[in-house]
């Protein structure tokens, strides 16, 4: 017999929730009936399951676990940003992001309780990395999130981007088995070409995503084009250098021929200057890149960066316009709440 006590019952895939209900000497169709509450109808108790009889419903609930991200805390933007923060059911935090726009609804996601990365530009990165989130949970950040857009702009989810807490590529599998099942006709049907991973920059992992053919965009964390500045910012480029990550993205598009973006935030007298952008141009034209997202900072208290001054930006972006990079400016949004990942989480208390 198939060993299910106390088993998150997320983790079993449908033929082995039939081979559970064999056991019990019910029929197979009753693994698809509790497949579809636990994915399409998104219940969160085996109580909701309520085309199963009472007995099996109390099965259910001595054999198996059925835990559920729930809201801890909510925070609404001006320009119509909203920040949720996350339970897990072992009472950890983790946060999600909806951001609207007329043409989209997007949902930024995490994919790690905290982060070992250490960026020094970004809030998580001075969390320790908790644990990595099961593929179960970072489905529940889309569903609660979609439930957001559906409930205050009456529209689902357009797209959704994994660039809130964690390295997506250092919790490989249960991101890419999140994906599978949003994508999924029997989860979320969300077209993968919708999702964007972003990664500060793991070479072998992209490589490893290259050689699984995944269908969904991919991002690169830039913020430096040369690997002194990178180093500093970024200390994860002391092991995955430009040279490599050049190598990897290439081998990635190769292989897969998907959308790459490279993602560059501007900080004040560090990466905004015409030489930083006269190195990017470089980058660029080393990798296929669709494009290049400029990025309006952030500022947190724990990092020392600021944003630069307007007219700093306009003429950074108008020298990458001249040399015909395709970039465009991403301004910040939710700057009345914490915005910045991993300050919501951060918080004692709202």
């Not at 108790?45 to 259910?60: G, I, Q, V, Y």
């Not at 996350?86 to 995490?110: M, N, W, Y």
Request: with cysteine; proline share 3%.
């Amino acid at each position: 017999m198939l060993k299910t006590a106390h088993k998150n019952i997320r983790q079993l895939n449908l033929s082995e929730l039939e081979q559970y209900f064999e056991t019990l000497g019910e029929k197979r169709f009753r693994a698809r009936q509790v497949y579809e509450w636990l994915w399409l109808k998104q219940a969160h108790s085996f109580e909701a399951m309520t085309n199963l009889s009472k007995e099996l419903r109390a099965k259910l609930t001595e054999n198996f676990s059925l835990p559920a991200l729930t809201v801890d805390a909510t925070q609404y933007s001006a320009d119509g940003t909203i920040k949720s923060r996350f339970r897990t059911q072992d009472k950890h935090l983790v946060e999600g992001v909806l951001i609207p726009t007329d043409e989209r609804k997007t949902a930024c996601v995490s994919s790690q309780i905290g982060c070992s990365l250490s960026c020094k530009f970004c809030a998580t990165g001075y969390m320790d990395r908790k644990r990595n989130l099961e593929f179960d949970e970072i489905y529940d950040e889309v569903v609660l999130i979609n439930q957001q857009s559906e409930r205050v702009y009456n529209k689902k989810l357009t797209n959704i981007v994994f660039m809130g807490m964690g390295e997506p590529l250092l919790n490989y599998k249960n991101v890419l088995h999140a994906i599978e099942r949003i994508t999924s006709p029997d989860g979320l049907g969300m077209s993968p070409r919708r999702i964007t991973v972003s990664t500060a920059g793991v070479a072998k992992m992209i490589k490893q995503l290259g050689d699984d053919n995944v269908k969904f965009k991919l991002a690169l964390s830039l913020h430096a084009a040369n690997d002194t500045k990178r180093n500093e910012i970024m200390p994860i480029n002391e092991t995955n250098n430009l040279k490599a990550l050049i190598e990897a993205l290439n081998y990635f598009y190769k292989k897969t021929g998907n959308e790459i973006t490279f993602e560059y935030i501007l900080f004040k007298d560090f990466n905004d200057s015409i030489k930083d952008a006269d190195e990017l141009i470089r980058i660029c034209r080393q990798v296929p890149a669709d494009l290049v997202n400029i990025i309006e900072y952030n500022p947190i208290d724990a990092a020392r960066f600021e944003k630069p001054e307007e007219n700093t930006v306009n003429e950074f972006m108008a020298y990458l316009e001249r040399h015909r990079v395709n970039a465009r400016l991403r301004r910040s949004r939710g700057k009345d709440i914490d915005a910045a990942c991993g300050q919501l989480a951060n918080k004692d208390q709202l």
